[in-house]
């Protein structure tokens, strides 16, 4: 009978456990607290409650602020506007660093003797042109008439101000002065500045002979001057709050880089709306990515959506500049690829920059939606960029600078060569 009286019931000894493990739970919770606060003086949490003087931390996972996760891009943007400096309008001076990179290699090397000349243009790289006594002289034969018109233009409207020079002139897609080799004086409308030598100026596409796209543009697309007039106009009816929450792209299949982007756009049509088109080498739908080849959008209809994309074609995109007209928000995929004006376009200030893997592209669309202000003004600031300093007196005025800079380098006195024909207005 003596042993009953120390006896306890199995229930009695369970809950016995249960006081002894809260206690000894909530001496390792205050101990944790005391020893935060002698340390780093503030454990604050949000997953916590106070009773009297007592906090009492709930052992749950913190919810982090949805927002935070846009911080690093909001600092990006208020970091590179804080450092930009824009340019003087009518100063035609926002471009001229180009010339001066393009053209330090031949500063370095004392000039451009008869010899390197000649070196050049006996690889084939493009036409040979010779301004003598204030005429333009070329190669008869020009692989792109349309292509070789569209410089001309420029060249001619300014011959009366230019020296005695010549130079070659390449009006294919592709540079052709690797880094790999010794440089060549070769004028070329775009270029990856690791990798080549080439000297950048104004494409004909300002004018004339850019990318036949049927049926928008039969002959190929030019008249920047008469496209920035119509531009502005469709912009000024759609504006902002006006335009689709949505991403846009349409374009041919020129580079696998764009297929991320059509993928995305397949799986969520509510985030992006991007297809492919047919181009001259389509032969059935595995050339737009085993789908119907979708029906080409003129420029103009681009404006309707906040959120355009741009990538690089075979060299850089001819379509860059059309998009900023729109007031939309570019998403420029890639740094490599340059034309002469892409050095004063600055990422975060002018346009939003996507990585050529397109790995942050769904972030950064979201990134745009959640910030609307943000991004509103963003493509304010690239729309007045190209608008302001990408006018046609800025084209002729580059064209002026560069062949008054390069012939300052041409060490031998230009002799006037028979086999080329005279350029007329």
Not at 103 to 132: C, D, M, P
Not at 266 to 271: E, K, Y
Not at 374 to 386: C, H, P, T
Request: charged share 30%; net charge neutral.
């Amino acid at each position: 009978m003596a042993m009953d009286a120390y006896s306890y019931s199995p229930r009695a000894c369970y809950t016995v456990l249960i006081i002894l493990t809260l206690v000894y739970r909530q001496k390792i919770v205050l101990a944790e607290e005391w020893e935060c606060h002698m340390e780093e003086g503030n454990c604050d949490s949000k997953d916590s409650f106070e009773d009297g003087k007592t906090k009492y931390h709930l052992n749950r996972p913190t919810n982090p602020d949805p927002e935070a996760k846009w911080q690093p891009y909001l600092d990006a943007i208020s970091s590179a506007v804080m450092q930009y400096k824009d340019c003087e309008q009518d100063s035609c001076t926002c471009h001229d660093s180009v010339i001066e990179k393009d053209l330090s290699v031949w500063r370095e090397k004392g000039g451009i003797t008869q010899e390197q000349f000649k070196k050049a243009l006996g690889r084939g790289i493009g036409n040979h042109y010779q301004i003598i006594n204030h005429k333009l002289y070329r190669s008869k034969r020009c692989m792109f008439a349309a292509r070789c018109s569209g410089v001309e233009h420029f060249i001619l409207k300014i011959i009366k101000k230019l020296p005695d020079m010549e130079f070659i002139l390449n009006e294919r897609d592709w540079p052709q002065s690797p880094k790999f080799a010794d440089p060549l004086p070769v004028l070329s409308f775009s270029k990856v500045y690791s990798q080549h030598w080439d000297i950048m100026y104004p494409a004909w596409t300002f004018w004339e002979g850019g990318p036949a796209v049927w049926p928008l543009f039969p002959t190929g697309l030019g008249r920047w001057d008469l496209f920035r007039e119509s531009l502005d106009k469709e912009a000024k009816k759609l504006t902002w709050d006006k335009k689709e929450t949505k991403a846009f792209f349409r374009g041919s299949r020129t580079s696998a880089e764009r297929d991320p982007l059509i993928l995305l756009s397949r799986d969520d049509r509510d985030l992006v709306d991007a297809q492919y088109t047919k181009n001259q080498a389509w032969k059935s739908d595995a050339d737009t990515l085993y789908m119907p080849p979708a029906t080409e959008v003129s420029l103009e209809e681009h404006c309707r959506f906040k959120y355009l994309f741009n990538f690089r074609g075979v060299a850089a995109s001819f379509r860059l500049k059309h998009l900023f007209l729109c007031e939309s928000l570019v998403f420029h995929v890639g740094d490599e690829w340059m034309e002469f004006f892409y050095l004063a376009l600055k990422p975060w200030v002018h346009y939003i920059p996507v990585a050529q893997d397109l790995k942050e592209t769904r972030t950064l669309i979201e990134f745009a939606k959640s910030n609307d202000q943000v991004a509103k003004d963003i493509a304010k600031r690239g729309r007045d960029f190209i608008w302001n300093h990408l006018q046609m007196e800025d084209i002729s005025c580059y064209w002026k600078k560069l062949l008054k800079e390069y012939s300052k380098l041409i060490k031998y006195k230009v002799v006037r060569n028979k086999d080329l024909h005279q350029v007329l207005p």
